[in-house]
């Protein structure tokens, strides 16, 4: 397994939001929802996105955005346009007065605008939660990221265009697997560009990547960082030292989340017991998992669970 491989292999879409949006000039949409993660790429036009994201930016047919869930940002046909709609979080659309547009600019399977014939067609995809985009993954990306039309494999886009239209059986699957690979091409692209190979990247890092590979896929084990060092060849001193510097925590907090994220994954997707749960994620006990739990993110496993499910 490559330096990269448990990085790019964390987001996994379930049921993800995913449209199509034609829009003819002018317009513009301010996003206050905060997802995960949002990809937005341009399948025919351009567009502008501006807002607290930093300087604006075009995006031209081909080209790809992938946004870290937080700031507010505003996607435009130009950075003077007002916005007219508004995404509230809960993926509420709304106009300037407050009024629900989701029926009003319907415009079919997956389909959404002020056109059907709109100059402007975008490709919207988010992930809803931090499990499912990959917390690895996050931590590594910057707020907004874009990849150029001649930097990625951009026939991806057209293969998602004609498969967002479809209704046939498990299309929901297709997609979701679609918008992952989609995703993943493009953050490959990413770390192979000069720039990041230039920095240095955290998860190529020969003693840094190997220890979260070992976290990643060994959450069971009863890790130390004397473990750890011992594992990646280092000393516990040097082990620290590096893994504080790239990652920006100690290992063992790493860990403490990395276990806690995977539980509250298997917490919604399966019906194991609170126990098997944590045995599962490297804690002894029910009771264990309860209290990291709890105490990190503020609620039981069991409120989560039905939290996660209700919604």
């Known amino acids: 397994m490559d330096g990269l491989e448990h990085l790019l292999s964390g987001p996994r879409a379930r049921q993800a939001f995913l449209l199509q949006m034609v829009m003819e000039p002018p317009w513009a949409v301010r996003i206050e929802d905060d997802p995960a993660l949002t990809l937005l790429t341009v399948a025919r036009g351009a567009t502008w996105i501006t807002g607290e994201l930093g300087e604006p930016v075009r995006l031209h047919e081909g080209d790809v955005a992938v946004v870290r869930g937080g ?61 499912e985009a990959g917390r690895p993954l996050l931590a590594a990306l910057p707020a907004l990221l874009v990849r150029r039309r001649g930097d990625w494999d951009s026939t991806l886009v057209d293969l998602l265009s004609s498969e967002l239209l479809r209704e046939d059986p498990g299309q929901e699957v297709v997609l979701d697997r679609l918008l992952d690979l989609l995703l993943v091409t493009v953050v490959r692209s990413w770390l192979a560009s000069e720039e990041q190979v230039t920095r240095g990247l955290t998860h190529a890092d020969p003693t840094v990547g190997e220890a979260l590979r070992l976290m990643h896929h060994h959450p069971e084990h009863g890790w130390t960082i004397a473990s750890l060092a011992q594992e990646v060849g280092v000393s516990r001193a040097a082990l620290a030292r590096r893994f504080g510097d ?60 039905r939290a996660a499910r209700s919604a």
Request: aromatic residues 6%.
């Open 71 to 131: 700031p507010v940002y505003t996607v435009a046909d130009h950075p003077a346009t007002r916005p007219r709609v508004t995404i509230e979080k809960g993926n509420v659309c709304v106009d300037p007065d407050g009024q629900l547009l989701d029926q009003r600019m319907a415009l079919g399977v997956r389909t959404w605008g002020n056109s059907r014939d709109g100059s402007d067609v975008l490709l919207v995809g988010t992930w809803a939660a931090e499990t």
């Open 246 to 305: 790239l990652v920006g925590e100690p290992p063992m907090t790493y860990l403490t989340h990395w276990r806690l994220s995977l539980a509250a994954d298997l917490l919604v997707a399966t019906d194991d017991a609170i126990d098997r749960v944590a045995r599962r994620v490297g804690y002894g006990s029910g009771f264990a998992l309860s209290a990291a739990f709890k105490r990190v993110r503020g609620v039981s496993p069991q409120q989560h669970r």
